[in-house]
């Protein structure tokens, strides 16, 4: 009598819905808030366009200062309660692409860095901001001591960019937006560049560099 050819391996294990939630602690949950609230600051950008209703860059500014704050806590959370996740690292980098790369350049944009070049710039410090944490992540473990803990890092951090963000709210707060952005407008030839779009360059190429190393506290 021939006994049924078993099942392979692969077919008797039982099926995890949602296996990849459970690998979440508390940390990448707060993780996730920084994301959110990176998301949500670029479609109030978005909106404020869409509504002419500068009302909501505000909303959008108010946001960022949220994603800074769970950019911090989660790394905090996740040492005092002794627990990370695999996913954890790649989170937090995701996470800070969308909050302090895209959405700064989607408020420089919003507030009206829309010159053929203004948007070379802000692509440029997207890519810069993509590259830095993409290094990060490779060079950490050469980068860290004794206890895994990374002594300082190199080029500015991409949460700089906050900076960039606190430059366009007082820009907006004063009425100077649009066709009033400080420095007005450079026409070279077809294409055009606002001088304050060059702070994005100086930032982007400032995460970059290898020369400067920022002691991590």
């Not at 078993?6 to 993780?31: E, G, K, N, W, Y």
């Not at 860095?113 to 948007?119: A, F």
């Amino acid at each position: 009598m021939t006994s049924e050819p078993s099942s392979p391996p692969a077919a008797r294990r039982q099926r995890r819905h949602f296996s990849m939630i459970r690998t979440f602690v508390l940390a990448d949950f707060v993780t996730l808030g920084n994301g959110f609230s990176g998301a949500g600051a670029i479609l109030a950008a978005m909106q404020s366009l869409a509504t002419n209703n500068p009302r909501w860059l505000w909303v959008a500014f108010c946001l960022m200062p949220v994603a800074l704050a769970m950019d911090v806590a989660d790394g905090r959370i996740a040492r005092w309660r002794f627990r990370k996740s695999p996913l954890g690292a790649d989170l937090d980098s995701l996470a800070d692409v969308i909050s302090f790369g895209m959405a700064p350049a989607a408020l420089a944009f919003a507030v009206g860095l829309r010159g053929n070049l203004d948007v070379a710039a802000l692509l440029y410090f997207v890519a810069c901001g993509i590259s830095r944490l993409a290094r990060f992540n490779v060079t950490s473990a050469e980068l860290s001591d004794g206890t895994g803990k990374v002594k300082y890092f190199e080029g500015t951090p991409i949460p700089t960019s906050l900076v960039l963000v606190m430059v366009l709210a007082v820009a907006t707060w004063q009425g100077r937006i649009g066709d009033a952005l400080w420095g007005g407008v450079w026409n070279l030839g077809p294409l055009q560049l606002h001088p304050l779009a060059l702070l994005y360059v100086v930032s982007g190429s400032a995460m970059i560099s290898k020369t400067l190393r920022i002691p991590k506290f």
